[in-house]
Structures are given as C-alpha cells and as structure tokens.
C-alpha cells in the first residue's frame, strides 16, 4: 500500500486547511486510517484516527477543531483543520494499517505510512 498525503501549506491562526491522504496499491475500507504530526525537535504525536466502521479518536490537543473522515469509493482519507494555533505546526503524516484494533493511538499499530506534508501556522 502507498499513501500519499498532501494539502499542507501556510496559513493564518484561524485559518483552515484540508489534508488528504490517497490510497494506493490495495483498498483499505475494512482498515484504520490515523493522522500523526511531529514538529521540530519533538517526537511524532497521535492526532486522530477513523476506523472502517466510521468510529473517531481525537487527541485532546485537537478536539472540536480537527475533524478526520474518509472516503471508501475514493480509497482517500481527509483531516479538516480549523481553527489553527501556531502549535498546530508539523509535518503531518498520514498512516494506515488492515488490523483488527481499536483505539489505535500508537504509532506502532500502523504498517503503512505516507511521506508528510508540512503544515505551518503564523501568529
């Protein structure tokens, strides 16, 4: 499986961006998808992830500002970030993985990962 993550860019705090992660090589609609981010000098964090039976998982951190979602007919997932804070800014990777766990808040419960894509917020 190759997973391929983009929508990262520069905004505002306040602001909103989307990430997508595509999904290639095999479907993952019985699977997990989780979003994980790492900023500089800190290790990779739990963000939120969604199973394939559509149940979500937020870090507190997150909570009532991102929101994750997926689209089976496209093999995609999406991460909708609103309301962005400076500490909001990382490389956010996208992963996913076939088996059967839940919650999956380690990134050790993943087997596929995509390549990151840099989300920065200005003050």
């Known amino acids: 499986v190759q997973l391929q993550a983009s929508g990262g860019g520069l905004v505002q705090a306040g602001g909103s961006l989307r990430l997508s992660c595509a999904a290639s090589g095999r479907t993952l609609n019985n699977g997990y998808m989780g979003w994980f981010r790492q900023a500089p000098g800190k290790e990779r964090e739990f963000v939120a992830a969604i199973s394939w039976r559509g149940s979500t998982d937020y870090a507190d951190s997150v909570k009532g500002r991102f929101t994750i979602s997926r689209d089976n007919a496209k093999n995609t997932g999406y991460l909708q970030m609103n309301s962005l804070k400076p500490e909001d800014t990382a490389v956010y990777y996208c992963?996913?993985?076939?088996?059967?766990?839940?919650?999956?808040?380690?990134?050790?419960?993943?087997?596929?990962w995509g390549q990151g894509t840099q989300v920065t917020v200005s003050s």
């Open positions: 992963a996913a993985d076939a088996r059967v766990s839940w919650p999956r808040r380690s990134s050790d419960m993943y087997d596929y």
